[in-house]
């Protein structure tokens, strides 16, 4: 247990978040959602591929959200203006920005935890060994990671 604005967040949410790419390497997300997910929620599975090729171009927008949070939180945008910026640079509709906003306005820099917390675990993995072609190795630095107390300067 910690509290949840503390340094330890940023390792949680992405541990959490680079857990996908650790269960499902490679195509294999691809295959579970196109074999398994998708006829369950019943969309068409021949649309899988499409849609995590979308997704992940959309994910590479997610620091958008890290400089509308900070310019709104450092007072250098209105509300409207850091909206506005969610739906033109992270491709928001509006409704999902005012969600987003809500978020920012609740939690603040807690948003930086996903994204950031995810590339700082990658890349504390992969610069250890850890790469896809080394499986194992990748597995042990995971565990390592989420067994043994960790600080996000500890992962550089």
């Known amino acids: 247990m ?17 857990g996908i790419d650790m269960a499902f390497p490679g195509n294999q997300r691809v295959e579970f959602e196109r074999e398994v997910l998708f006829p ?74 996903y994204n950031l917390g995810q590339d700082v675990v990658k890349s504390y993995i992969e610069k250890n060994g850890g790469t896809e072609d080394h499986v194992e190795k990748r597995w042990e630095l995971f565990h390592r990671l989420l067994s043994t107390p960790q600080t996000p300067s500890g992962l550089q």
């Open 40 to 113: 369950v929620a019943g969309l068409d599975p021949t649309t899988a591929e499409r849609y995590c090729a979308i997704v992940g171009l959309r994910k590479r927008l997610d620091y958008a959200d890290n400089e509308a949070a900070r310019g709104y939180l450092d007072g250098k945008m209105s509300r409207d203006e850091a909206m506005a910026w969610l739906i033109k640079y992270s491709l928001m509709t509006p409704g999902r920005a005012e969600r987003r906003m809500r978020f920012i306005e609740q939690y603040r820099s807690y948003v930086i935890n």
């Open 2 to 18: 910690y509290p949840l604005f503390s340094p330890q967040s940023l390792i949680a949410e992405g541990s959490a978040n680079f």
